[in-house]
T-cell receptor
Framework: DAKTTQPNSMESNEEEPVHLPCNHS???????IHWYRQLPSQGPEYVIH???SNVNNRMASLAIAEDRKSSTLILHRATLRDAAVYYC???????????FGSGTQLTVLP | SAVISQKPSRDICQRGTSLTIQCQVD?????MFWYRQQPGQSLTLIAT?????????ESGFVIDKFPISRPNLTFSTLTVSNMSPEDSSIYLC?????????FGDGTRLSIL
């Protein structure tokens, strides 16, 4: 499986944008880029996914580099509820399971 | 989106005993999975629970230790057998036939 590299931790101030980076230099053409987050004492929660183009939804935006070797999850206005571990995951288009890396622990400061 | 319920949410067990964790999905799904999350760690896939056939286990996990049942398209169980303190973890069920996958909130298991 292609691997992802994320910073172990990041901090953000409340109501400011947050950019969470992910490197995936060995990504293949059929790998989708998924982001999940895990809030304390909960199971992982889907955030967003994309293949080549940038994606937006109500939770976040996903910016994908032109060469697809990196991506950035953007939270437009961080709230205290966004404090979580964010996982960047590559998922083969036909695969069903998710392979989790170590993720980024996001701390949001009031 | 699918809602996944796990029971129990937590338990404290004696070493050498076994515990069965239940996972109920509110809609029919083909694919269900079991993950383990050790303290302070990320999630590791244990197995894929296949309906009507034996589960598919990942490297490092065996059926004798983690037997799985999948009697229908909305339910699965994971048993943690002959428990030792090293089995103290959170066990999570997930389901989803497409994208995304949905997760339960996990079963927090402590072995004394």
């Amino acid at each position: 499986d292609a691997k992802t590299t994320q910073p172990n931790s990041m901090e953000s101030n409340e109501e400011e944008p947050v950019h969470l980076p992910c490197n995936h230099s060995t990504i293949s053409g059929t790998d989708y880029i998924h982001w999940y987050r895990q809030l304390p004492s909960q199971g992982p929660e889907y955030v967003i996914h994309g293949l080549t183009s940038n994606v937006n939804n109500r939770m976040a935006s996903l910016a994908i580099a032109e060469d697809r070797k990196s991506s950035t999850l953007i939270l437009h206005r961080a709230t205290l509820r966004d404090a979580a571990v964010y996982y960047c995951i590559l998922r083969l288009g036909s695969a069903r399971q998710l392979t989790f890396g170590s993720g980024t622990q996001l701390t949001v400061l009031p | 989106s699918a809602v996944i319920s796990q029971k129990p949410s937590r338990d404290i067990c004696q070493r050498g005993t076994s515990l069965t964790i239940q996972c109920q999905v509110d809609s029919q799904v083909t694919m269900m999975f079991w993950y383990r999350q050790q303290p302070g760690q990320s999630l590791t896939l244990i197995a894929t629970a296949n309906q009507g056939s034996e589960a598919t286990y990942e490297s490092g996990f065996v059926i004798d230790k983690f037997p799985i049942s999948r009697p229908n398209l909305t339910f699965s169980t994971l048993t943690v057998s002959n428990m030792s303190p090293e089995d103290s973890s959170i066990y999570l069920c997930s389901a989803g036939d497409g994208q995304p996958q949905h997760f339960g909130d996990g079963t927090r298991l402590s072995i004394l």
